[in-house]
C-alpha cells in the first residue's frame, strides 16, 4: 500500500488578513486538516506588504501575524526581502515568537556567520523531510542599505549546493523554499526574465541535483510544472493560490510518484479574522502624520544630483497619504523639458523641491503623479512609501 505526503505552499502573502473584508490568506487556516500527512511552508514576504502590516510594526512588538502563522500551523517558513524591511531586529523577534522552523541557507550576518539555521527535518508519517531555505542573491539591489544593515546576502547557488549535499542521505524528501522568482518557461526552458540574478528557479534547479520540490515566489505569478524530476510550484499573491505537492512512498518508503498542483483559495471554505483590534486599527490610519521628515526621507532614499521632488498628498492622516501613492508604482522619475517643467511646476505640491544648477533647459523630477506623458518616463518604483517613511519615522525618533 502507497503512503501519500501532501506538501502545502504559500508565498507572498504580505501579511493580508484584514477582518473587514474576505482574505483569501484567511482560508489557509485550517489547511492541514483538508489534506492528511501533510507540512505547509511558506516562501516568504509574509510581514511585510500593506497598510495592515505598517499598523503591526508600527504598534506591536510581536506581530498579529506570528498568531495567524502559528494558528494555520506553518511548519516552515523562508524569509522574503520585504521581511526585512523594518530591520533584521524586528525580524528577530517575530521569529522568537514563531512556532514554525525559519530557515534561510544565504543569509548571513557580517561576521559570516547564518543568521537563521540553513534547513529544518520534519517527520510526516515516517517519511524524513529536508526543507532548505534560499533568498534572492539581489536583495542589495531591491532593498535599501539601511534596512539590511547587519545583513550579508550571499549568491544562491553555491550555498543551495552546499546544503542540498550535506542534507540529501539524512533524508527521505530533499524541499526547498526560495523566495525568489522563475526565469524560465517551466515548459519550454524559453527565458522570461532577463538573468539579473534576482529571479533563479530554473538555475538553481538545474545545478543542484537532488531536490525534489521546489517552491518559490516574489514575482506574484502562478506557476507549476518539472524541471527535470524536480517539482516546481509558484504561488501568487495574498494567499489567492496554494500549492500542493504529493510524494507516493511504498511500503519500504521507497519514493514511487511525484506531481504538483496549484489551487485557487476560494476553493477552501472562508473564514473570518480575528488578530487585531479593527477600531484600533481604523483609529490608526486616521490619525495625522508627521509629515516633516517626508522630503528629508525621500531626497536619501533617492540621492540623485539635479533631482526635484515634487509630491502631492491628498490631506496629512496615514490613510490620506497612503491614497496619495499609486500602487505599484508609487513614485516615478520624468526627464523634462524647459516648456513641459514650467508647467508641471505651476500644480499645487504639497511637498516642492527643485535643485538644479543655474541656466538648466531640461529637468529631472521625482513624482508621484501621473499627469506627465509616457514618453518622459525614465524610472519608476515599486516601493512602498508609506511604509518605508514610517519606519524611517521610528528610526529617527
Given at each position: 500500500?502507497?503512503?501519500?505526503?501532501?506538501?502545502?505552499?504559500?508565498?507572498?502573502?504580505?501579511?493580508?488578513?484584514?477582518?473587514?473584508?474576505?482574505?483569501?490568506?484567511?482560508?489557509?487556516?485550517?489547511l492541514k486538516d483538508k489534506y492528511p500527512n501533510s507540512l505547509l511552508m511558506d516562501s516568504g514576504d509574509f510581514f511585510v506588504?500593506?497598510?495592515?502590516?505598517?499598523?503591526?510594526?508600527?504598534?506591536?512588538?510581536?506581530?498579529?501575524?506570528?498568531?495567524?502563522?502559528?494558528?494555520?500551523?506553518?511548519?516552515?517558513?523562508?524569509?522574503?526581502?520585504?521581511?526585512?524591511?523594518?530591520?533584521?531586529?524586528?525580524?528577530?523577534?517575530?521569529?522568537?515568537?514563531?512556532?514554525?522552523?525559519?530557515?534561510?541557507?544565504n543569509v548571513f550576518s557580517e561576521q559570516d556567520e547564518l543568521i537563521f539555521p540553513p534547513y529544518a527535518i520534519k517527520e510526516?508519517?515516517?517519511?524524513?523531510?529536508?526543507?532548505?531555505?534560499?533568498?534572492?542573491?539581489?536583495?542589495?539591489?531591491?532593498?535599501?542599505?539601511?534596512?539590511?544593515?547587519?545583513?550579508?546576502?550571499?549568491?544562491?547557488?553555491?550555498?543551495?549546493?552546499?546544503?542540498?549535499?550535506?542534507?540529501?542521505?539524512?533524508?527521505?524528501?530533499?524541499?526547498?523554499?526560495?523566495?525568489?522568482?522563475?526565469?524560465?518557461?517551466?515548459?519550454?526552458?524559453?527565458?522570461?526574465?532577463?538573468?539579473?540574478?534576482?529571479?533563479?528557479?530554473?538555475?538553481?534547479?538545474?545545478?543542484?541535483?537532488?531536490?525534489?520540490?521546489?517552491?518559490?515566489?516574489?514575482?506574484?505569478?502562478?506557476?507549476?510544472?518539472?524541471?527535470?524530476?524536480?517539482?516546481?510550484?509558484?504561488?501568487?499573491?495574498?494567499?489567492?493560490?496554494?500549492?500542493?505537492?504529493?510524494?507516493?512512498?511504498?511500503?519500504?518508503?521507497?519514493?514511487?510518484?511525484?506531481?504538483?498542483?496549484?489551487?485557487?483559495?476560494?476553493?477552501?471554505?472562508?473564514?473570518?479574522?480575528?488578530?487585531?483590534?479593527?477600531?484600533?486599527?481604523?483609529?490608526?490610519?486616521?490619525?495625522?502624520?508627521?509629515?516633516?521628515h517626508l522630503t528629508e526621507f525621500l531626497q536619501e532614499k533617492f540621492a540623485r544630483r539635479h533631482l526635484g521632488i515634487f509630491?502631492?498628498?491628498?490631506?496629512?492622516?496615514?490613510?490620506?497619504?497612503?491614497?496619495?501613492?499609486?500602487?505599484?508604482?508609487?513614485?516615478?522619475?520624468?526627464?523634462?523639458?524647459?516648456?513641459?517643467?514650467?508647467?508641471?511646476?505651476?500644480?499645487?505640491?504639497?511637498?516642492?523641491?527643485?535643485?538644479?544648477?543655474?541656466?538648466?533647459?531640461?529637468?529631472?523630477?521625482?513624482?508621484?503623479?501621473?499627469?506627465?506623458?509616457?514618453?518622459?518616463?525614465?524610472?519608476?518604483?515599486?516601493?512602498?512609501?508609506?511604509?518605508?517613511?514610517?519606519?524611517?519615522?521610528?528610526?529617527?525618533?
Amino acid at each position: 500500500m502507497t503512503k501519500q505526503i501532501n506538501v502545502l505552499t504559500t508565498t507572498d502573502l504580505h501579511g493580508f488578513i484584514a477582518n473587514d473584508k474576505p482574505q483569501p490568506a484567511l482560508a489557509l487556516q485550517g489547511l492541514k486538516d483538508k489534506y492528511p500527512n501533510s507540512l505547509l511552508m511558506d516562501s516568504g514576504d509574509f510581514f511585510v506588504g500593506n497598510p495592515l502590516t505598517t499598523y503591526f510594526c508600527d504598534q506591536y512588538e510581536v506581530s498579529p501575524l506570528v498568531n495567524y502563522a502559528n494558528r494555520a500551523g506553518f511548519d516552515v517558513m523562508v524569509p522574503g526581502n520585504h521581511d526585512f524591511d523594518h530591520g533584521i531586529t524586528y525580524l528577530k523577534k517575530q521569529v522568537e515568537n514563531l512556532a514554525a522552523a525559519y530557515v534561510c541557507c544565504n543569509v548571513f550576518s557580517e561576521q559570516d556567520e547564518l543568521i537563521f539555521p540553513p534547513y529544518a527535518i520534519k517527520e510526516v508519517a515516517g517519511i524524513k523531510i529536508g526543507v532548505i531555505g534560499l533568498l534572492t542573491s539581489r536583495m542589495s539591489m531591491i532593498s535599501d542599505f539601511d534596512v539590511t544593515s547587519g545583513v550579508i546576502v550571499k549568491d544562491a547557488l553555491p550555498e543551495l549546493q552546499k546544503q542540498v549535499a550535506a542534507l540529501r542521505d539524512k533524508v527521505d524528501l530533499v524541499l526547498v523554499g526560495y523566495h525568489g522568482g522563475i526565469e524560465r518557461d517551466l515548459a519550454t526552458h524559453n527565458e522570461i526574465n532577463y538573468a539579473t540574478g534576482e529571479d533563479e528557479t530554473f538555475k538553481l534547479v538545474t545545478q543542484t541535483p537532488g531536490i525534489d520540490g521546489f517552491s518559490c515566489g516574489h514575482q506574484h505569478r502562478v506557476n507549476q510544472g518539472k524541471i527535470n524530476q524536480t517539482l516546481v510550484v509558484q504561488g501568487g499573491y495574498q494567499g489567492n493560490y496554494y500549492g500542493h505537492l504529493t510524494f507516493s512512498f511504498d511500503d519500504q518508503d521507497k519514493l514511487v510518484s511525484r506531481d504538483e498542483e496549484i489551487i485557487k483559495t476560494s476553493t477552501l471554505r472562508a473564514q473570518s479574522g480575528d488578530f487585531y483590534p479593527e477600531e484600533d486599527y481604523q483609529a490608526w490610519l486616521q490619525e495625522k502624520l508627521d509629515l516633516s521628515h517626508l522630503t528629508e526621507f525621500l531626497q536619501e532614499k533617492f540621492a540623485r544630483r539635479h533631482l526635484g521632488i515634487f509630491i502631492s498628498l491628498k490631506g496629512q492622516s496615514r490613510k490620506e497619504v497612503i491614497d496619495s501613492f499609486t500602487i505599484p508604482y508609487g513614485v516615478r522619475i520624468y526627464h523634462l523639458t524647459q516648456s513641459e517643467y514650467q508647467a508641471f511646476t505651476k500644480q499645487d505640491w504639497a511637498i516642492k523641491v527643485e535643485d538644479y544648477p543655474a541656466g538648466a533647459c531640461d529637468f529631472t523630477v521625482l513624482t508621484n503623479s501621473y499627469e506627465i506623458p509616457e514618453y518622459r518616463l525614465t524610472d519608476q518604483f515599486v516601493d512602498n512609501i508609506f511604509d518605508e517613511y514610517s519606519y524611517y519615522l521610528k528610526q529617527h525618533a
